[in-house]
């Protein structure tokens, strides 16, 4: 192996620590960072989530928190605000599948003893 084949392979290992040119222009400037990490909700995912939970009711637990967490994000400006009335409805619908679920339990409980 030449000295060039070597310093190439070298080069060619060490490619997967170079940044990316969008992470250099967020490293420049705060504001192409904050505009680069804006994520985006997915407020028809976690609504679907939801309205599994009415049919499958862990699936409301987890549309609360899904919804919660994204509401969360928003209200940080860490997310942006993509139909932030969806995501409330999905988390008030994972918390009344939530409650049902608890209450059912509870009465299937209570009715077995």
Not at 23 to 30: D, F, L, R, Y
Not at 84 to 89: D, S
Not at 96 to 104: C, K, W
Request: glycine fraction near 6%; hydrophobic fraction near 60%; aromatic fraction near 6%.
């Amino acid at each position: 192996m030449t000295n060039e084949d070597e310093t190439s392979s070298r080069v060619a290992a060490n490619m997967w620590w170079q940044p990316h040119p969008a992470m250099a222009a967020m490293a420049a400037s705060p504001a192409a960072s904050r505009a680069f990490a804006l994520r985006s909700s997915s407020p028809l995912a976690t609504l679907i989530v939801a309205l599994l939970g009415l049919v499958f009711s862990p699936f409301g637990i987890a549309a609360w928190i899904w919804a919660g967490s994204q509401l969360k994000a928003i209200e940080l400006g860490t997310m942006r605000c993509d139909h932030r009335a969806v995501l409330v409805i999905a988390k008030v619908l994972g918390v009344v599948v939530t409650v049902a679920m608890i209450t059912g339990i509870i009465i299937v409980l209570a009715l077995s003893r």
